[in-house]
């Protein structure tokens, strides 16, 4: 277990690991921030993160020994990461579902409506459950990475324009949520591939897992460029995470910098 900062409430995780690293020295990577809710949490391309009480909220702070060009790929290690835990977590919760009320019993079900819409986001039952956002500086040491993961634990209820696009743990299972346990199961299985990923350098160890988990895959996207908008079918990653796009002239694009929407998937085009 890494070294932890844990708040009640503060701005941002991800903010504050960054604050952490200039003020103690960024040697104490890698290290992680954990509160109980943010006031001004982040979101990918400047969005609003809603962090209300009751959800899991933390950053992670690294130094990669890998080039800056590559800092990318980590928000898909994280995905994964965090996939596999609440894989780990909803399986090992089966024999309490079974003897639980409202629905808990369907708890393995849900597990397979479990899925990574690329890049950065989890969804269950078709709503966002978990978001990722990957900020990195550069400093005259290099550079430092903060990994923010927010996790929908126990929430009972959200924003209402967010009523049809998100949901919690605890909503679809029915039961508390220990986000102790669940933050033990993803910082230990990020660190195993983390540590992978340092070796290889690139993704292809974990491909295929994050194609299987991938709900874009084989479905029509809309690429947001700056050079134009154009949709086609998703056809899963490529070896450093780019989302391979098949427009409808079969001609297969990599999207790194342009957002991807998809449509249907919440209710709503995100």
């Known amino acids: 277990m890494i070294q932890r900062f ?26 992680l921030v954990l509160t109980q809710k943010q006031t001004a ?18 950053s992670i702070y690294l130094r990669p020994s890998v080039t800056i060009d590559k800092a990318a790929m980590l ?26 009320t ?29 978001g990722i956002l990957t900020e990195l500086r550069t400093d005259d040491r290099g550079y430092g990475v903060v990994i923010g993961v927010g996790v ?5 209820t959200f924003p209402e324009e967010l009523q049809d696009k998100a949901t919690s743990l605890k909503r679809e299972m029915g039961i508390p949520i220990l986000g102790e346990v669940l933050l033990k199961y993803i910082e230990e299985i990020f660190l195993q591939e983390y540590t992978t990923f340092e070796k290889e350098g690139n993704l292809v160890f974990l491909k295929e897992t994050y194609e299987t ?27 450093v995470g780019q989302l391979l796009v ?17 449509r249907g998937l919440y209710g709503y085009v995100d």
């Open 75 to 100: 928000t898909l290690v994280m995905a994964v990461a965090v996939a596999k835990a609440l894989q780990r977590y909803i399986a090992i919760q089966e024999q309490t579902c079974k003897q639980a």
């Open 6 to 31: 844990v708040y009640e409430t503060i701005d941002s995780t991800n903010g504050e690991a960054f604050r952490l690293a200039d003020n103690k020295g960024a040697n104490l990577a890698p290290f």
């Open 152 to 156: 929908n634990t126990n929430q009972k």
């Open 213 to 239: 988990l991938l709900i874009n895959k084989d479905k029509v996207v809309r690429v947001l460029d700056p050079k134009g908008e154009y949709q086609g079918v998703a056809k899963g990653i490529d070896e």
């Open 41 to 58: 949490g982040r979101g990918r391309a400047g969005r609003k993160w809603e962090s209300e009480d009751d959800g899991l909220y933390f």
């Open 246 to 262: 098949e427009t409808q002239d079969k001609e297969v694009q990599k999207v790194y910098a342009g957002e991807v929407s998809v």
């Open 102 to 130: 409202d629905g808990c019993e369907s708890s393995l079900q849900i597990l397979q409506t479990l899925g990574i819409k690329w890049p950065n986001d989890l969804v269950l039952n078709g709503k966002k459950i978990v």
